[in-house]
């Protein structure tokens, strides 16, 4: 240890351990004895023989020597025990500089930035995630990944929505220009069916999930029709295409608190529309499924959103995974899609009436006429209509209505839906 170190550590001692504290006590004490004595003698003087003073102030003076030595003592052999303790301390350091540095606990990153990937590296990272039957680095299957990177949205307009298949016939990316229009006309109420999205699993198990996130399992089927442009943004147009559905496992719909996975980029335009009700901007909005090699079923999907005013502009990954699932990506279709047959385009345009994917105005008209009904964060369904849940439970009240297929009680009792005998924060019998 350097002498500039010693001192800088003296001079943060305590007051009573100066040298100079002691040095104006050894000076101005001895005076203040002196006095003392003095007035004590000349009171003595009065009543006493005045030899008594030759004893006094032998007295006095072994006492001031005696006050003088203790403070001598307590002062330079402290120091130097502790100048050489500091040095002791500072040899020992410097022969394990490990020793000096001070422990110290990493803060936790935050688990939803991670650092950004190109487009060619997701696909990697998402495959050592799904091979991990992992939940990824936020445990909610979903991370963001910097800001959006949109492609082909010239020709699109306020209002329209394109879906296409790859050369695979599997659904590839789904583009729309959101308004809030179409966002409030979806509210209350689903707008339609989901549809079965190419090589739709011919067995879906009813399987548990245990979410780390939450602690909590879920029960109840193991794939979801899963939107590429939700309902609640896009409406009925969400329902016009099998190619804006894809085989999703159900936490990658909807993550493992109901608010991850897919719903989690749902919610980030949600939020943009009721942040600015009625607004004339626009969300740019893009969902790209990403498969490995040939297989049928995604490994996740990079969703990208921007409005209109830059307020907007985010990409987010999302992981179709299950924690503690093995999940097959090379699925049996529940019907043959030949890779050579010619794949219609689908536009926002109608489809031609023999299309399979076209919605029959009569067929829409039973959903419009017994539409749920809210009341404050309740979804109440109408008469002879139920809530059915993936666990095969139906309800008559839900508070997340996406998270459900709605349809009549009939209709699900023959499913083999049974009415739960309890609800729960979420839904109600």
């Not at 949205?153 to 298949?165: N, P, Q, T, V």
């Not at 159900?250 to 919610?267: I, K």
């Not at 049996?332 to 009436?353: C, D, G, Q, R, Y």
């Not at 996406?402 to 609800?423: D, L, P």
Request: charged letters at 20%; hydrophobic letters at 30%.
């Amino acid at each position: 240890m350097t002498h500039t170190k010693i001192k800088q550590q003296i001079a943060q001692q305590p007051i009573y351990k100066k040298w100079w504290f002691w040095l104006l006590c050894l000076i101005f004490l001895p005076f203040l004895c002196l006095f003392g004595i003095y007035k004590f003698v000349m009171a003595y003087q009065k009543t006493h023989h005045k030899r008594w003073l030759l004893a006094i102030v032998p007295l006095a003076f072994l006492t001031l020597v005696g006050f003088s030595g203790y403070a001598d003592a307590i002062t330079q052999p402290n120091h130097a025990n502790k100048t050489q303790t500091s040095i002791k301390h500072s040899n020992r350091n410097k022969k394990n500089p490990r020793q000096s540095k001070s422990v110290t606990k990493p803060s936790k990153p935050d688990s939803s930035r991670l650092p950004q990937l190109a487009l060619a590296d997701i696909l990697p990272q998402l495959m050592t995630y799904t091979n991990e039957q992992s939940a990824g680095p936020t445990k909610n299957y979903y991370w963001e990944n910097g800001s959006a990177k949109l492609t082909q949205f010239e020709s699109l307009r306020a209002g329209d929505y394109h879906f296409e298949a790859d050369t695979q016939g599997r659904s590839a990316t789904a583009r729309a220009v959101l308004t809030y229009a179409q966002y409030h006309s979806s509210k209350g109420s689903r707008q339609g069916k989901p549809l079965d999205p190419p090589f739709w699993p011919k067995d879906n198990p009813k399987i548990a999930i245990p979410f780390s996130l939450t602690g909590k399992t879920y029960h109840g089927y193991q794939y979801n029709r899963s939107h590429s442009i939700a309902d609640s943004l896009l409406g009925k147009g969400s329902y016009t295409s099998q190619y804006n559905f894809t085989t999703g496992t159900r936490s990658q719909n909807v993550g493992a608190n109901q608010d991850g996975g897919m719903r989690y980029a749902e919610e980030l335009a949600e939020n943009y529309w009721q942040k600015y009700p009625n607004t004339s901007q626009t969300i740019s909005y893009q969902t790209t499924p990403l498969y490995n090699g040939d297989e049928t079923i995604p490994r996740g999907s990079i969703v990208d959103m921007k409005s209109s005013d830059g307020k907007l502009d985010i990409e987010v990954i999302i992981i179709n995974s299950a924690e503690g699932l093995k999940i097959d990506y090379q699925t049996i279709p529940s019907t043959t899609v030949s890779k050579n047959a010619e794949i219609p385009p689908a536009t926002s345009e109608p489809l031609p009436p023999s299309t399979p994917e076209t919605v029959a105005p009569e067929a829409a008209e039973p959903i419009a006429d017994t539409a749920y009904t809210t009341s404050g964060q309740w979804s109440i369904a109408a008469p002879g209509m139920v809530f059915i849940s993936n666990s095969n439970k139906y309800y008559s009240k839900v508070t997340n209505p996406q998270n459900y297929q709605y349809m009549s009680q009939e209709e699900a009792e023959a499913s083999g839906a049974q009415r739960a005998t309890k609800g729960n924060q979420y839904a109600r019998p």
